[in-house]
Nanobody
Framework: QVPLVESGGGMVQAGGSLRLSCAAS????????RGWFRQAPGKEREFVAA????????DYADSVKGRFTISKDNAKNTVYLQMNSLKPEDTAVYYC?????????????????WGQGTQVTVSS
């Protein structure tokens, strides 16, 4: 499985925005679903958002619906997570992943190992 590299994290105040990027360092299958998970200190990793290979299907965790938007650029092998109206509870390390479908992604079934992730810190 091609490594996925996350970037774009940082520190922002509540109400601010960030855009995360997830680039594949080699050839990937454009039919793969891609998604984002996050893990806050002392908590389990949780699903955030996913997008189908063709980009026509998306799904979000209830906690981020209406605030986060996932998108992908197959030509660049890159997936994005636009995060608006950030809250302190969004603070976490964010990881991207690949899976067969949006449904399997949401269930936690994915390809390969986790990357290093990118830290997002939202201050109140």
């Amino acid at each position: 499985q091609v490594p996925l590299v996350e970037s774009g994290g940082g520190m922002v105040q509540a109400g601010g925005s960030l855009r995360l990027s997830c680039a594949a360092s080699g050839r990937t299958f454009s039919s793969d679903a891609r998604g984002w998970f996050r893990q806050a200190p002392g908590k389990e990793r949780e699903f955030v958002a996913a997008i189908s290979g063709g980009g026509g299907v998306t799904d979000y965790a209830d906690s981020v619906k209406g605030r986060f938007t996932i998108s992908k650029d197959n030509a660049k092998n890159t997936v994005y997570l636009q995060m608006n109206s950030l809250k302190p509870e969004d603070t976490a390390v964010y990881y991207c992943a690949a899976s067969l479908t949006v449904t399997t992604m949401k269930s936690g079934t994915r390809f390969g190992s986790w990357g290093q992730g990118t830290q997002v810190t939202v201050s109140s």
